[in-house]
Nanobody, 116 residues
Framework: QVQLVESGGGLVQAGGSLRLSCTASGSIFSNNALWYCRAPGKQRELVAASDVSGSSYYAAPVKGRITISRDDNNAKSTLYLQMDSLKPEETDGYYC?????????WGQGTQVTVST
């Protein structure tokens, strides 16, 4: 059983930065970890992913402005999303996701609001 808790969201002006965190109750070092965004009534969209080999993937709209990183140890793992040069259209709930032994786990999300 893995529990994920996101934090770090908030209100920021366009062009500003936020650093989101996702803390796992257990270690997820042997699993890929991802950040999604989802606005109410819309489908979730993949923002960034981090795999266990150290490789990262970024959706085209955020490439160059967002960095995913992770801190894994035997006790717990934390996934980060550094978001720079934020745009109003990136106002969304942001969720971390990990699949462990074939089961998907999600956090409750953290809201990012970017004002003009």
């Amino acid at each position: 059983q893995v529990q994920l808790v996101e934090s770090g969201g908030g209100l920021v002006q366009a062009g500003g930065s936020l650093r989101l965190s996702c803390t796992a109750s257990g270690s997820i070092f042997s699993n890929n970890a991802l950040w999604y965004c989802r606005a109410p009534g819309k489908q979730r969209e993949l923002v960034a992913a981090s795999d266990v080999s150290g490789s990262s993937y970024y959706a085209a709209p955020v490439k160059g402005r967002i960095t995913i990183s992770r801190d894994d140890n035997n006790a717990k793992s934390t996934l980060y999303l550094q978001m720079d040069s934020l745009k109003p259209e990136e106002t969304d709930g942001y969720y971390c996701n990990v699949n462990v032994n074939g089961k998907d786990y999600w956090g409750q999300g953290t809201q990012v609001t970017v004002s003009t």
